[in-house]
């Protein structure tokens, strides 16, 4: 199927939210822009994923200067955003 993507359940891709509102997994994001390169709430308990993240946020610090700011000839209007059509905390 060639939309099989836009119909995959999202479950397994959502992080789950916190039973409690207490602990660090309940704060709220830090502001524009610094949110860009902060870990979220829930990472900072798990230092061994530290290195991931980072590894992570370099990546895509790389592509959205690679693609975005360099200037593809796409015609921006025409690209859809999947995940604002089935994302469980917006797109």
């Known amino acids: 199927m060639a939309f ?3 119909y995959t359940p999202l479950e397994g891709c959502i992080f789950p939210l916190p039973s409690s509102s207490s602990g660090p997994g309940y704060r ?3 502001p524009w822009p610094r949110r860009l ?6 990472l900072s308990e798990s230092v061994n994923n530290l290195p991931s993240f980072e590894e ?3 990546s895509w610090g ?3 200067s690679d693609f975005y700011l360099q200037g593809l000839s796409l015609n921006w209007s025409s690209v ?3 995940m604002d059509m089935n994302a469980g ?3």
């Open 28 to 30: 709220w994001p830090q």
């Open 4 to 6: 099989a993507a836009r």
């Open 80 to 82: 859809r955003n999947i």
């Open 89 to 91: 905390y917006g797109g």
């Open 62 to 64: 790389r592509r959205v």
């Open 56 to 58: 992570d946020t370099e």
């Open 37 to 42: 390169k902060s870990r979220p709430a829930w």
